[in-house]
Nanobody, 126 residues
Framework: EVQLQASGGGLVQTGGSLRLSCVAS????????IGWFRQAPGKEREAVACLSTNNDIYYYPDSMKGRFTITRGATKNTVDLQMDNPTPDDTAVYYCTADLGQSSSYALCHSRPPIWGQGTQVTVSS
């Protein structure tokens, strides 16, 4: 069974930092793209960062550049999202996503991924 388990959310102050982690299981981790999306209250889901795990090429939408960093995690089959200097506008539920028919980080971030984890809440206080 394909599963994505996100963790690390919580309350962070403006200007602080937070690291989210996604553990993937049930598929060959090194063959596909893994991404982080988010959804704020009353807003559409949007891409934050995506990583091609077969060649470690990452992609960030322009609006996310400079504040988020996506990397492989320290443990096997994990992808982390580092959030630096967040603002209250970054408050959202953050989801780990994947597409087993896609290995391009750019393509994943410009799609509606078919596989979603359960989400982790991030709240940024001012």
């Amino acid at each position: 069974e394909v599963q994505l388990q996100a963790s690390g959310g919580g309350l962070v102050q403006t200007g602080g930092s937070l690291r989210l982690s996604c553990v993937a299981s049930g598929f060959n981790f090194d063959d596909y793209a893994i991404g982080w999306f988010r959804q704020a209250p009353g807003k559409e889901r949007e891409a934050v960062a995506c990583l091609s795990t077969n060649n470690d090429i990452y992609y960030y939408p322009d609006s996310m550049k400079g504040r988020f960093t996506i990397t492989r995690g320290a443990t096997k089959n994990t992808v982390d999202l580092q959030m630096d200097n967040p603002t209250p506008d970054d408050t959202a539920v953050y989801y780990c996503t994947a597409d087993l028919g896609q290995s391009s980080s750019y393509a994943l971030c410009h799609s509606r991924p078919p596989i979603w984890g359960q989400g982790t809440q991030v709240t940024v206080s001012s």
